[in-house]
């Protein structure tokens, strides 16, 4: 993919000029965003570690439960040897996971104990820079898995303020939350997290220095992480360089841009033309965002792309991966016509369901009913047939499961969900199971790593990713349409000669069976 269109703007007057640090989002929130976490694999990870290592990212957003249930799932591969596997290959940098804090791959919650068990085997493995995002910014929940996260040994946890557009998410909601951070000694750092790409440069105008004010001079700095969903974070990047804040997220080539992360080497050069000084390494970030474009190339996933702006995005405010997914919902149910009527439903669902932020697992939750109450209409021939069908999920969410809704639940709603039998059920659930129930269960003599995705994910696919073996980990992306070629050929019946021909060049073999 060749770089995508730069703005260069001089500095202007009353501009802070900085030296500003990257964290790099390709691996995770870039694969999530643009390819359905699915498009990485051990082998293509392997290969470009030590490039990634080497380049001066300040961190590196690595992993999440989704994507370690994603290698298990659709690649067969061990998730926890591919942790280890990038901090031998890059020793010295901080790599990220991002965690609710009650949750493990599945959507179920999970004991206190499972949830220290996963934070210790991450730290054992391999990370040691965490993300503590909860969905509804409950602080009693963020202090809590910020606890559990040092405990294990983390070296940096990440406070999030989840930016979201509502009429209760204002820049003083979003203040408190900071003083809250700035106040708690397991919390070194907080980002603005922005996943559906609506943070506007005005907006961050006045949120940013909202946010820094509450911070205090606690000494912990401020991250932007915004997507370019809408085309808009480029330019929300250079005011939060201006405003002081010294880290933003990218991603690299064909894992920037679009419904990931602003292009790195766009952003770079519009930093420096506005006067700032950015620590990488120019040399090793060409290489791997060409390492990336390659990559896509060869296995046919679609490069990030600029975007325009699209005002139904306010609404639906789907972060990228949660849209990749989707589009890939509705193609397999046949209904790719139907997705604007999909997206007017998740707006129309979000605003009943209390305005939640659209940032897991609440996009699951959200998507799925709406897409539930498509189905039902259509089935009904337009007749009034919205939450007839309602996942357990959402029943959870009215609850209280996930934490208090920021707004109320349209009564409506409230009604149609708890009026049914099903929701008695799931309100009379037990409580989850602990570390030495779950041994009882799977095993005591199995790791700690497998007794962890046995717990999060079906036996069967753990089983499968264990008889698979270990993982490749090389990969050449300039091979792969030649292996492709002799995959196919030896697919193919014997035949007595065979030419390549291209021009200045032709090369032909027979003999009795090629």
Not at 13 to 37: F, H, K, P, T, Y
Not at 164 to 176: C, L, P, Q, R
Not at 283 to 312: I, K, N, S, W
């Amino acid at each position: 993919m060749m770089p995508g269109l730069i703005l260069i703007v001089g500095p202007a007057a009353g501009w802070r000029m900085a030296e500003i640090r990257l964290v790099d989002v390709s691996l995770r929130d870039g694969n999530q965003s643009l390819w359905g976490a699915t498009g990485l694999r051990t082998a293509h990870i392997a290969t470009i570690a030590p490039a990634l290592g080497r380049a001066g990212f300040r961190a590196l957003d690595y992993s999440s439960s989704t994507a370690m249930g994603v290698s298990v799932r659709t690649h067969r591969e061990d998730p926890w040897a591919l942790l280890r596997l990038a901090r031998a290959a890059m020793p010295d940098t901080l790599l990220q996971f991002i965690g609710t804090g009650f949750r493990f791959i599945s959507w179920e919650r999970a004991h206190p104990e499972v949830i220290q068990l996963v934070y210790t085997a991450l730290v054992r493995n391999g990370m040691d820079r965490f993300v503590v995002l909860d969905p509804t910014h409950d602080m009693d929940a963020a202090r809590a898995t910020a606890a559990i996260a040092k405990k294990a040994g983390a070296r940096e946890v990440i406070g999030a303020l989840t930016y979201t557009i509502s009429a209760v998410h204002d820049d003083a909601f979003y203040a408190g939350i900071a003083a809250a951070y700035a106040a708690c000694p397991d919390i070194d750092r907080a980002y603005i997290k922005d996943p559906a790409g609506i943070l506007t440069p005005d907006r961050a105008r006045t949120l940013i220095p909202a946010v820094q004010a509450a911070l205090g001079d606690s000494g912990k700095a401020l991250e932007l992480h915004s997507h370019a969903s809408l085309g808009l974070s480029p330019l929300t990047c250079l005011v939060a360089a201006e405003l002081g804040v010294p880290v933003l997220q990218v991603g690299c080539g064909a894992l920037g841009n679009g419904t990931s992360l602003p292009d790195a080497e766009d952003l770079v050069a519009n930093l420096r033309a506005s006067g700032h000084t950015v620590d990488i390494d120019d040399r090793l970030l060409t290489a791997v965002a060409r390492y990336f474009d390659r990559l896509a190339g060869a296995e046919g996933l679609p490069p990030g792309e600029h975007r325009g702006f699209d005002a139904a995005f306010i609404e639906h405010q789907l972060a990228g991966g949660v849209m990749s997914t989707t589009r890939r919902q509705l193609a397999e149910l046949g209904m790719e016509d139907r997705f604007g009527a999909l997206m007017a439903e998740i707006g129309q669902v979000r605003a009943e369901l209390g305005h939640p932020i659209m940032v897991t697992p609440f996009p699951q939750m959200v998507i799925g009913q709406a897409l539930a109450n498509l189905v039902a209409v259509a089935a009904s021939g337009g007749g009034g047939a919205r939450y007839d069908n309602v996942p357990d999920q959402v029943i959870r969410y009215v609850l209280g499961t996930f934490g208090k809704p920021t707004a109320p639940v349209d009564p409506w709603v409230l009604g149609r969900v708890l009026d049914r039998p099903r929701a008695a059920e799931l309100a009379a659930e037990p409580e989850p199971l602990d570390v030495a129930a779950l041994r009882r269960r799977f095993g005591m003599r199995i790791s700690d790593e497998e007794l962890l995705l046995r717990f999060g994910m079906p036996s069967a696919e753990v089983d499968a990713m264990i008889a698979a073996g270990p993982a490749v980990t090389h990969y050449n992306p300039d091979l792969v349409p030649v292996l492709r070629l002799l995959r196919e050929l030896g697919s193919r019946p014997a035949v007595g000669e065979l030419t390549v021909q291209k021009p200045g060049f032709r090369l032909s073999l027979q003999g009795r069976a090629l």
